[in-house]
């Protein structure tokens, strides 16, 4: 029989002392103390060997433990630990743990934290495209809950990811609301303010995309209302150009204002995409859109 490893030697004991009872002299809250110290150790000493799976379990039976003698800001950080070995070999499970971190980060009223926890499942559903709708959905909540805590540039940052997700799943009318909410906030601040007019461009083509031409004026009338500069800009003009050819079906026209926006200013993968999109809609119409 193969010698034990030190993570399985710690395993061993945090699991002979989970499972034992409690004598006339000592309390319950001291057993899962001492039990949650020997899983932690286990679970690091399984970080150490390189065993993701084994750690990131240990550091769950550590969260239990700590749930037990009622260390509620330990249990977050063990559930936190395990997320963090769980990624690099199984990414739901890890964010199963994220989960049970939040739940208890949310109880105590942290939602600071929980945001932070909330943008790192996003981030592990993005990865690879693991599961695009959720990351999507996942940096909306963190957004909400860092502008719940006046961290606006932070939840700007979110609500800008879930909009270029949005746009990758076709979702159109919802990337379109959220460019829209990252447009209106950066327009409050002098740092940000020079890229509200990549975010309008942005939400513009995303209602072209949807095919609601009429909509896609209207953003155009609000948008001029909101900064008067907005309509002399290469953007508006770029986008207005593309509205035009829109309505009148001329794929010509359209392909030939992108080919002259790209030679100035060269086009980046998510409005190439969209563009191509928008084309392929114009060539099955007849007549245009409406």
């Keep these: 029989m193969a010698p034990r490893s030190l993570g ?13 009872s409690v004598g006339w002299f000592a309390s319950s809250s001291s057993k899962w103390e001492e039990a949650g110290d020997l899983f932690q150790q286990a679970a690091n000493a399984f970080k150490v060997e390189k065993r ?28 936190h630990n395990a997320a963090k070995s769980y990624k690099k070999s199984e990414p739901e499970a890890a964010v199963t743990a994220l989960h049970q971190c939040i739940k208890l980060l949310v109880q105590a009223g942290n939602f600071r934290q929980a945001a932070d926890r909330e943008k790192e499942i996003a981030g592990i559903y993005a990865q690879d495209g693991l599961d ?9 909540r963190a957004g909400d809950w860092y ?17 270029e997700l949005s746009a ?33 461009l942005r939400a513009a083509l995303c209602s072209m995309a949807t095919g609601d ?17 907005f309509p002399s800009t290469r953007e508006a003009k770029f986008a207005h150009e593309l509205m035009q050819a829109c309505e009148e079906g001329d794929v010509e026209r359209f392909m030939a204002q992108v080919y002259q926006y790209d030679q100035v200013t060269k086009l980046d993968n998510w409005k190439t995409e969209i563009l191509l999109m928008i084309r392929k809609a114009l060539e099955q119409e007849e007549g245009g859109l409406t």
């Design 8 to 20: 399985e030697e710690h395993l061993a004991k945090a699991e002979k002392k989970a499972s034992s």
């Design 52 to 79: 993701w799976s084994e750690s990131g379990a240990a550091f769950e039976r550590e969260a239990a433990c700590r749930q037990h003698a009622n260390e509620m800001n330990d249990a977050m950080n063990a559930f």
């Design 132 to 140: 695009v709708a959720k990351a999507r959905d996942s940096f909306v």
């Design 147 to 163: 502008k719940q805590e006046d961290a606006n540039a932070t939840a700007n940052q979110c609500y800008q990811q879930a909009a």
């Design 168 to 200: 990758g799943l076709q979702d159109y009318q919802r990337s379109m609301e959220l460019y829209q909410i990252v447009a209106d906030w950066s327009l409050t601040s002098p740092l940000t303010k020079y890229s509200v007019k990549e975010y309008w």
């Design 213 to 229: 031409l009429v909509t896609t004026q209207r953003l155009f009338d609000t948008f001029a209302k909101k900064d008067v500069t």
